[in-house]
């Protein structure tokens, strides 16, 4: 018989297990532990070009992105190449358009709702009266549509904005001829402007399009379209053949300003030192004054489309915040034992388990758009975590006895219940205060007693909303009923 029930428990378990004697079931120890199953690491997916994705932003009038959110004789404003706002009817607000934000995948992971816009992967960040929704175009360049007015429209005006932008996107319609400055971005007329292997570094990106920096913080570059004469300063010279402006500031550091492009256009160097100033301007109007950066086109694939990936992240670990992803791995399918024990031997063997066993409560409790990972928080060993957007639903099965397993001590709101039969505690624990503003729900369910071996663990992190509408008696509920959903499918 004993032979029977192993050889059944061996076809539950996912191909790559093993089911040999040393997994047998001990009279002594019931839990005793299965061999580990280790999965093959997807490889990483490849970003796109990064020349022709700045190819491709350099092209894009910011103002030609808002021409549906405009005001009939409302003009925009604008403040460089790669920003554009335009005011809401009736003066309640403002929209603006940002090309090429850096904005790497995990800024937004597991902080802001994953939608789709007019067939566009999109990023939904809301925060009182502004909502910010970003159009990834690389893993680290965005566009950005930021809506600040009336505290429950924003995110509606701002999705519209963004739906507009991606349908001008794929028609081509969102260049403006002769756009002072728009053949270049500030990084690569920096490029152009400093010796690889000189004084100064090779530039890295600042958080737009229009300023750069070198990577050893001794110069800054910026396009600009607001400068007055006062910025300028009052040191006048020529430099190949143009009018620079200049100015020192603290004790040592150099500005350099000079018309380009046509209008009040402007180039503003900010060094270090006047020798590191000068040498940027001359070679920055020396390009200028050249062709400008050539890169492969990229074909009209500018956009993801849902599915896309847009990081480097393997699967679904790119909803995870990159401090949570050092070993994440995307889900891969494995078999469910009937029997609560086994459950629990295989799901310390593989982590995956505990994603096949609750993938149909999730979808029953919190929608089918979460997707599983395995992946080591806090606790002892490695659990199973859906993810999309700004919620988490976790669950882990343990040898461990439910009473040896104890809340942290920053745990809130302690509370001892029932799950189905099962004795539960849980509470609420902050997630760490470098994260987005969360609150993370756990429970720990006993398989038996609180004291005999076997216990399952389940969290939900949800943002933390509005106190008004009484968040955590909600989210309290969600988690209890997914909780009884598994004790009584599983346990």
Known sequence: MRLLIRLVACTALVATAACTSDGEKSPEDPFASLPKVHHESPKPPADKDADAVMASLRAIDPCALLENVRSDGDEPYTENPYECGVRLPERRGSVVATVGVYLPANSHAGQSDRVTLAGAKAYVDPDGVICTVALPVSFERAITFVVEGPPRRTCTIAKSAAKSAVRAVRRDKVATPGRPLARWDACSLLRRSVKPNGGVARPEPEDAMHQCRTRDWKATLELDYSWTASERGGLKRTV????????????????????????????????????????????????????????????????????????????????????????????????????????????????????????????????????????????????????????????????????????????????????????????????????????????????????????????????ESDPDRNPMHRSLQRLDAFATTLVQQHL
């Not at 694939?301 to 949570?324: H, I, N, T, V």
């Not at 609750?358 to 859906?386: M, N, Q």
């Open 240 to 463: 190949n053949g143009t009018k620079v402006f200049g100015s020192h500031h603290g004790q040592k550091n150099c500005l350099r300003a000079w018309f380009a492009g046509g209008g009040d256009s402007t180039v503003v160097v900010d060094a270090t030192s006047c020798a590191i100033a000068d040498r940027i301007t001359s070679r920055a109007i020396a390009a200028l004054s050249g062709p400008p950066p050539k890169a492969p086109s990229l074909d009209g694939r500018l956009l993801y489309r849902p599915g896309e990936p847009d990081s480097a992240a393997p699967g679904a670990c790119s909803d995870l915040p990159a401090q949570d992803r050092h070993d994440c791995e995307p889900y891969v399918e494995a078999g469910v034992p009937d029997d609560p024990v086994e459950l629990i031997r295989h799901a310390e063997a593989d982590p995956n388990v505990n994603c096949s066993m609750a993938a149909d409560a999730v979808r029953k409790h919190f929608g089918d758009s979460l997707r599983p990972v395995t992946a080591t928080f806090s606790g002892p060993s490695r659990e199973c975590v859906f993810v999309g957007g700004s919620t988490q639903v976790s669950v882990r099965l343990s040898r461990e006895p439910r009473g040896t397993d104890p809340l942290p001590e920053t745990m809130n709101y302690p509370r001892e219940l029932e799950i189905a039969g099962h004795l539960a505690i849980g509470g609420i624990s902050p997630y760490p205060p470098d994260q987005l503003p969360a609150e993370r729900h756990e429970m720990f369910i006993a398989l038996d007693e609180p004291d005999d071996p076997g216990s399952l663990f389940v969290a939900l992190t949800t943002p």
